[in-house]
């Protein structure tokens, strides 16, 4: 019975780190290019008393006796579906559609990739992230332009005062990883390479295995609020049982400890 409390208690935890994983899924609903997350569980440690082919009595024993002490979280892993689309209207939302991340650098000097595409002009011009965060290759959009056009291969084209035609000024590039569920997240819709991703390899959109660019358009979370309240309650009901398997072995050990009086 204090076997079964321990193996109990293991499922508690794995359902209650399941459900942290499901919340922040769900609070993460509305956050551009926001990438859900699942957990994966397995076994663990299995005790045994009896080996299986082992001999007993002139007959080998076809299955032996093994019972296992519970479960555990192997890993939570960064889902990289496409989410929905919704239109925006504004010339600095750029929805990727296909593979490929945005390349951005951090304060410190290094790279980050990131799926949002909010971006926004800095006062010297540069397109940035919300917080401020330049892409790479630097996109700077001279003061004098009346309008941007970000085309499906990445080509950004203004329309300056007093011209009639646009002028072509820089090119966004993607950057694609093989394999991206090994991307560390850094919060802020930000990812960062490790050594599980591969060598990122930077591209052209539309090239071959990167996706293209959609103007006015931003690139909404993949969390599917139905799917999320259902394994909600599954993993509510799991806990559930895990607990009312715990006090089963209570009671059990409750009735020994009586026995002896």
Known sequence: MIRALWTAATGMETQQLNLDVIANNLANVNSTGFKKSR?????????????VGTTAEGTEVPTGVQVGLGSR????????????????????????????????????????????????????????????????????????????????????????DNENLPTKISSIELVRFSNPAGLKSLGRNLYAETQTTGTPVTGIPGDVGFGTLTQGFLEGSNVNVMEEMVNMIASQRAYEVNSKAIKTADEMLQMTNQLVR
């Open 73 to 160: 979280v192997a890993a939570v892993q960064k889902v990289f579906t496409s989410g929905d689309f919704r239109q925006t209207e504004n010339e600095l939302d750029v929805a990727i559609e296909g593979e490929g991340f945005f390349q951005v650098t951090l304060t410190d000097g290094t790279d980050a990739y990131t799926r949002a595409g909010a971006l926004k002009k800095d006062s010297t011009g540069r397109l940035v992230t919300s917080d401020g965060l330049p892409i790479f290759p630097e996109v700077i959009i001279p003061e004098n332009a009346r309008s941007v056009s970000i085309g499906t291969t990445g080509s950004v084209e203004v329309l300056l």
């Open 39 to 51: 957990a994966d569980f397995q076994d663990i440690l299995y005790q045994t008393s009896q080996m």
